[in-house]
């Protein structure tokens, strides 16, 4: 059971939260230009790392606001959450043992 | 009393070191990699392959499903397939000579409202102009099928139908991987354990090895088959999928007398539950919505399902939960696989069978092992290339793939 921290609420249950993928995708500045490849990859390609993941939270059952979190897909840690329309936090420096 | 398991002959797969070099290395020793070194040497005759498997052999999603097999689904691409796959299984016992009570008990999906009748009532249509059995059944038919289904209408999603496929069914998974790893190993396939793929030797575009965690080895080409840690690889190789990896989880009930004759899967109230050979309840819901790796699942999950369970079986409720566990699936857009050529040239990518891959295992296997001999899509696997992303032709197959992703 994972707690979510709303920016807006402070922590709650996950199952309060919709997901929504991947953060900061961009609509297409000129979409004329867009071949089919870039469009296939605007509209079905997605980062799906193991690891650090800057993704699209609601707290659809609460304030009902948008925001973004980054979380640890492999361990499922929330590094931060923050603003649907900040700039993610850096990533922590790497400690000498890593972290796991 | 509940069925006797098969004895397996002691001797299954030879364990060798890993030779510097191979005409195909296949990455995942999962049920499709071990299906297609399976067909690569049988079809093919191409006998020099290695199966690496990070872990253990069919450690992964094939260790951890539920075993359900059936070929209804919607769209005439997925219907040949799956088709094909249910067509393979029911010859491949006797092929592998291995019996891996492959069991063809039927399934049934149930229908809650209005729509999932007409979706469901379209769905039996469709197969049937694919030649896949099907039937509709009302809910008294149901009840026929599987006695312990409460079809009463005071609960809040009464049964109002099912589409019933009578030859699909399930078979013992780890004996499917075992019956596939022998024969493959007969045939002289290399499959070695313990053995993570971490990098990928490149001449320009074309892929000539992998580096692993017990060397390099060198490659002909190569099969990607590794399931939700497609993405990774890909990554790893340098180009992207259209592959979201999400949690899945199953758990079963104690041991019990027989009960429960046929498979039931809910689309709607979500949970699946059939009776294993030996006894138990064998019951899965859906995914976790966010992407993860970890090989567990949410608690509230499976608290959905078992309210689900409890008001579909009121005689589960005192079962005793045994155990549960998670597979990491990956998941498409359209809800179907990906067995196709990639961006980079000698190496292929079968992956994104999502929550319902292992009735895929021989099909996957055998489209995947033609189009990696011959460098050309099957007939049976053109319509899953990659490309279909591009042109638009999606098989959005997510109505009939009966786990929500
Ligand atoms: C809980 C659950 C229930 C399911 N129920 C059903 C069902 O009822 N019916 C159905 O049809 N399907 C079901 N599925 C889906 C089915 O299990 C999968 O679609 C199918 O098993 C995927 O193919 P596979 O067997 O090759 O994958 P896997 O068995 O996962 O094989 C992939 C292998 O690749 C290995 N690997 C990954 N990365 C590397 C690397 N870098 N180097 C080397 N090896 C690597 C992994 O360790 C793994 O063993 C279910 C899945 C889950 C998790
Ligand atoms: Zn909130």
Known sequence: MMLINCPHCGPRDEVEFHYGGQAHVAYPEDPHALNDREWAEYLFYRDNPKGRFEERWQHSIGCRKWFNAVRDTHTYEFLATYGANDTAPAPAPATVEGRM | MANHLPEHPDFLWRNPDPKSSYDVVIVGGGGHGLATAYYLAKHHGITNVAVLERGWLAGGNMARNTTIIRSNYLWDESAAIYEKSLKLWEGLPEELEYDFLFSQRGVMNLAHTLQDVREAQRRVNANRLNGVDAEFLDPQQVKEVCPIINITDNIRYPVMGATYQPRAGIAKHDHVAWALARKADEMGVDLIQNCEVTGFYKDGDRVIGVETTRGRINAGKVGLAAAGHSSVLAELAGFRLPIQSHPLQALVSELFEPVHPTVVMSNHVHVYVSQAHKGELVMGAGIDSY?????????????????????????????????????????????????????????YVNCGWGTGGFKGTPASGFTFAHTIATGEAHPLNAPFSLDRFETGHLIDEHGAAAVAH
Do not use: C, K
């Not at chain 2, 959905?304 to 998941?331: K, N, S």
């Open chain 2, 291 to 347: 992407n993860g790796y970890g090989q567990r699942g949410s608690f509230h999950v499976i608290e959905e399902q078992m309210a689900a369970a409890v008001e579909l079986f009121p005689i589960f409720a005192r079962a005793h939960l045994l155990r549960t566990w998670g597979g990491i699936v990956d998941t498409t857009l359209d809800a179907s696989p990906i067995i196709s050529n990639t961006p980079i040239d000698d190496l």
